[in-house]
């Protein structure tokens, strides 16, 4: 095949039984890769009723079609499973490497079934696939387990692991890939963790064929000088990574502050892109393939936060700092490094300590409630601490490990959680932005910003400019944006792309590489399949219109406070019509036409 | 005056687009196993430098051969590689310090960059510009200015 490898790696981690199965290429075509495939066989295999954390559930990693070529900024895979902080469908997108070596090695997909006797690791060098002990390496964290499994595979292997928030299955543990790169949301790790699987090393010497190489050639030439003429794609991103959207997002009133209890933070600038280039980026990084390069190497020398690696994105530095009431960068990308050490997601655990500082200030919870940890906003040595005992497992971490949805609710108060179906909402107030509150709202993982990034055209005016605050046109972009982003997401592609590509862009690219003549419009087509299964498998595990919503935060009491004073979600008023827009019934189930008409019949 | 593929590994963000294209340009698809360049990353500290063949003047890979499949160039400047001529006794991967030349049993043959015959793809590619083919004398300019203005700026402040 080209562009897909065309096998499926198979481990039975009960049994140790290693197998091997052809990639059905209808499938390929139909559901391109990574989230799509990974999805897919989630469907035909996984009962959706499944407890995530036991050994029925499946834990699947693919790269997509595009991962290990030099298709711009395409080197990604995701990890799909059934997450347990949300308990719907989940798929966590990371970078890196790691998905390109998996295709090096042969394999457009590995599925782990079962859970193993003792702490093991799985290591791929192209066929040869072994399952080996890793007693010696549970309870390390990212960085330590990963140096050690270059010294005993191969110095060129490509390492995901979890650390040991997965290990003790904290509801948003991540899994971490050369150990910068997180596949972060959902908890996808402790669903790695519950099958005690401690890492995948994976070493590939084959190459990616390519059906028609010139047109492919031509193709990504062409898609890499949109993105690189794009003020964001080639600019913005390099200069200040995600974090420059600190201060345009406060200056719209859209930054989730205190837990969101409003959406502007005066000093938010502290914490910005500007910044952290001014004090902490050595250089900006780049995942395989990349040609945007908003990853940012960093370092703090002050010795209270001292340490190095990669980050802050965006939604971190807000969900540390603003939404926390912390302006402290050094604070903020402390915080960042525990979580990239100890593997735990930064969006939903800044959202969960977030959480726990509102119900401080408002004496829910108190230091006995803490064991000591002095939750006042804008504490950040608290902060600090509460995100390390989060990822050790240790003290109140052991309650944070919860998520804020739980957390909240052991104390009585769930409607203080700022999550959708569970998940922490990311950094932009739904108040303030109504389409993004209509994503969050109908994400088929809950809380989440990258499955529908209106903020494009609501706030940055790409590729054209939306009113913020109008309803009127917003479901339709909703649900064009989510479909466009699950077929970005299966291709392998970054969703950054976007800021130069669209749909006829990924299509020319596609078809090239795999020699199967895909229109724009086929290109959305998969992505909608994808979006519509995903939606069929969480109508199975039980959720319901009802759980299309905000909390009651958002739709009922208007923000206090900056540019976006007075406004309230409307999330409500658009859902008929997203429904309507979508070809679903009022129940949110999807119709039979519908299906039939995306082969799902 | 002669070119030369130059590193800057301050502006590589290690995302191996370099082996890629490479790999493309001399193998017809995406086999890195096969690119003539490879980029090593730190990733504790988020560095990464990229390795190929640095051409040298006094090349250990092409003293060793016996066939006389590696020989130097004196026009180019380049060290090359005549496939027909190898016998595949694998001296130059073991002589070479940089490990910079490689042996690739898919294809029976070494791998080695060739700066695809004057314009090499890794640097076409290169989207920081931390690879660049350029003049040999120009290529060290704006490293050694930017040395210099460090200097400047030492002597200002010890005089001021």
């Known amino acids: 095949m080209n562009g897909w490898m065309g096998k499926i790696l198979r481990v039975d981690l009960g049994s140790g039984k290693i197998s091997t199965e052809r990639l059905d290429p209808q499938l390929a075509r139909d559901y391109l890769g990574a989230r799509g495939l990974g999805t897919k066989i989630m469907w035909d295999e996984v009962d959706p009723n499944v407890d995530p954390l036991s050994p029925a559930n499946k834990l699947i990693f693919a790269p997509g079609p595009f991962s290990g070529t030099f298709a711009p900024s395409s080197g990604r895979y995701d990890v799909v499973t059934k997450g347990p902080l949300t308990g719907t469908i989940a798929a966590s997108n990371s970078g890196g490497s790691f998905g390109a070596e998996l295709k090096f090695a042969g394999w457009d997909v590995v599925i782990l079934e079962g859970k193993a006797a003792k702490p093991s690791y799985l290591w791929i060098c192209d066929d040869a696939v072994e399952l080996r002990d890793a007693s010696h390496l549970w309870g390390k964290d990212v960085p330590t387990t990963t140096e050690m499994l270059y010294g005993e595979t191969s110095e060129d292997a490509k390492v995901a692991c979890i650390g040991p928030a997965g290990e003790k299955l904290v509801l948003f543990a991540s899994v971490m890939n050369e150990m910068q790169r997180a596949a972060g949301r959902t908890g996808v790790g402790a669903v790695m963790g519950s099958k005690n699987l401690k890492a995948i090393a994976v070493r590939g010497t084959q190459g990616v064929d390519v059906a028609d190489k010139d047109a492919f050639v031509a193709a990504c030439g062409e898609a890499s000088r949109k993105i690189k003429e794009h003020p964001v794609g080639g600019t913005g991103l390099r200069l200040y990574g995600t974090d420059v959207l600190v201060n345009i997002l406060n200056s719209v009133g859209g930054l989730p502050t205190n837990n969101f209890q409003t959406g502007h933070f005066p000093t938010a600038d502290k914490v910005g892109g500007e910044s952290l280039a001014a004090k902490q980026l050595q250089r900006p990084r780049g995942c395989f393939a990349c040609i945007i390069s908003c990853g940012r190497g960093t370092k703090v020398t002050n010795p209270k936060y001292k340490g190095e690696g990669e980050g802050p994105e965006y939604e971190t530095a807000w969900g540390f700092g603003p939404d926390c009431g912390i302006d402290d960068l050094d604070a903020v990308t402390k915080a960042n490094y525990w979580c990239n050490e100890l593997g735990l997601d930064t969006i939903s655990m800044g959202g969960t300590v977030a959480c726990a500082v509102e119900m401080f200030s408002k004496g829910i919870i108190t230091l006995k409630d803490t064991e000591g940890l002095d939750l006042s906003p804008g504490n950040a040595e608290a902060m600090v601490e509460a995100v390390r005992l989060t990822g050790v497992g240790e003290g109140f971490g052991k309650k944070l490990a919860l998520g804020s949805w739980r957390l909240a609710s052991i104390y009585g108060h769930p409607e203080l959680s700022m999550t959708a179906k569970k998940q922490e909402m990311p950094a932009y107030e739904p108040r303030a932005v109504q389409g993004i509150g209509l994503n969050y709202a109908t994400n088929n993982r809950g809380g989440c910003h990258v499955r529908g990034y209106t903020i494009s055209p609501e706030v940055l005016g790409v590729p054209v400019k939306f009113d913020k605050d109008a309803t009127e046109g917003k479901p339709e972009l909703v649900a064009l944006f989510q479909n466009l982003t699950a077929a970005i997401d299966s291709s392998g592609a970054c969703l950054f792309t976007t800021f130069g590509i669209g749909a006829d862009d990924y299509a020319a690219m596609l078809s090239a590489l795999t020699g199967v003549a895909y229109s724009g419009d086929d290109f959305i087509k998969c992505g909608e399949r994808v979006w519509n299964l995903e939606r069929l498998w969480n109508n199975r595990a039980g959720f319901t219109a009802a759980d299309d919503a905000l909390p009651p935060r958002m739709t009922e009491e208007p923000m206090p406070t900056g540019p976006s004073k007075g406004s309230v979600s409307r999330v409500k008023e658009m859902m008929p019509k997203y429904y309507a827009v979508r070809g679903w019934d009022d129940a949110g189930r999807p119709t039979e036409e519908k299906l039939a008409e995306l082969e799902l019949a | ?160």
């Open chain 2, 1 to 160: 005056m002669g070119m030369m593929l130059t590193i800057h590994p301050e502006k590589c963000t290690g995302c191996r687009n370099c082996e890629l294209a490479c790999a493309l340009e001399h193998e017809g698809n995406f086999r890195v196993k096969a690119s003539r360049i490879h980029v090593y990353a730190w990733e504790r500290e988020a560095f990464s430098v990229p390795m190929m063949c640095q051409q040298c003047k006094d090349a250990a890979c092409s003293t060793v051969c016996m066939p006389k499949a590696l020989t130097r160039d004196t026009a180019t400047g380049l060290v090359d590689y005549d496939a027909a001529k190898c016998i595949g006794c694998k001296m130059c991967v073991q002589a070479c310090q940089f490990g910079n030349i490689a042996w690739d049993a898919m294809s029976g043959t070494v791998l080695k960059c060739d700066t695809c015959d004057g314009d090499p793809a890794c640097a076409r590619i290169c989207p920081t510009g931390a690879l660049e083919w350029a003049d040999e004398g120009l290529a060290v300019q704006p490293r050694k200015k930017s040395f210099a203005t460090k200097l400047k700026n030492a002597f200002a402040e010890a005089q001021s």
